[in-house]
């Protein structure tokens, strides 16, 4: 089972930038489809972004298109996303997610089978 720890949030104006990371326990971390997710207060959770085993492919929410990139670095079970433009409606705790067993990209939660425990990003207007 992995274990995924995320860090990076913070407080950032509007216009800024973060880049959370999120480190995997497991040395098989270039099996997983990875993903971020985030949920604001009040509100369900939602994809992000995901990028597959190899990094060569990635998705994006719409919101997010443009303005956040995914990333990963394999050898050193970590994973990325670089976050620039930065909005108030961006605040939100961001988890990232780990999908076993295939390789293509996943935008559901249920979709995902090891979950990191969120960071906090606050964007102030």
């Known amino acids: 089972q992995v274990q995924l720890v995320e860090s990076g949030g913070g407080l950032v104006q509007a216009g800024g930038s973060l880049r959370l990371t999120c480190a995997a326990s497991?040395?098989?971390?270039?099996?997983?489809?990875m993903g971020w997710f985030r949920q604001a207060p009040g509100k369900e959770r939602e994809f992000v972004a995901a990028i597959s085993r190899s990094g060569g492919n990635t998705y994006y929410a719409d919101s997010v298109k443009g303005r956040f990139t995914i990333s990963r670095d394999n050898p050193e079970n970590t994973l990325y996303v670089q976050m620039n433009s930065l909005k108030p409606e961006d605040t939100a705790v961001y988890y990232c997610a780990a999908m076993y067993g295939t390789n293509r990209l996943g935008v559901n939660e249920y979709q995902y089978d090891y979950w990191g425990q969120g960071t906090q990003v606050t964007v102030s207007s």
């Open positions: 497991e040395r098989t971390f270039s099996t997983y489809v």
